[in-house]
């Protein structure tokens, strides 16, 4: 089992940049790649971007790619989404999860999720 709790999320104006975190908990973290996803209103919930194990690899959707960095520090169990030039597209609550599956991109390959941080940008 592991416990995953995302911080970071608030208002900010369009241009604007957010940190968000996400604490582990529980299984060893360092053995799983780790993805954040995030569900707008009346919207499915989306792929943002992924890590792999070890950091080594990322992964991004492309409506975030040169915009968004995701990041993971091991001995901290925790793992990051700087999220730069913030666009009102962004507003969603985004969560945290584990990969235990397959693709980095489905979000059925993802177990053990957070509860979420809400972004709001505003335009």
């Known amino acids: 089992q592991v416990q995953l709790v995302e911080s970071g999320g608030g208002l900010v104006q369009a241009g604007g940049s957010l940190r968000l975190s996400c604490a582990a908990s529980g299984r060893t973290f360092s053995d799983y790649a780790m993805g954040w996803f995030r569900q707008a209103p009346g919207q499915e919930r989306e792929f943002v971007s992924a890590?792999?194990?070890?950091?080594?690899?990322?992964y991004y959707a492309d409506s975030v790619k040169g915009r968004f960095t995701i990041s993971r520090d091991n001995a901290k169990n925790t793992v990051s989404l700087q999220m730069n030039s913030l666009k009102p597209e962004d507003t969603a609550i985004y969560y945290c999860?584990?990969?235990?599956?397959?693709?980095?991109?489905?979000?059925?390959?993802?177990?053990?999720w957070g509860q979420g941080t809400q972004v709001t940008v505003s335009s």
């Open positions: 890590i792999s194990w070890s950091g080594g690899r990322t």
């Open positions: 999860a584990v990969r235990v599956g397959v693709s980095y991109y489905d979000s059925s390959s993802y177990a053990y």
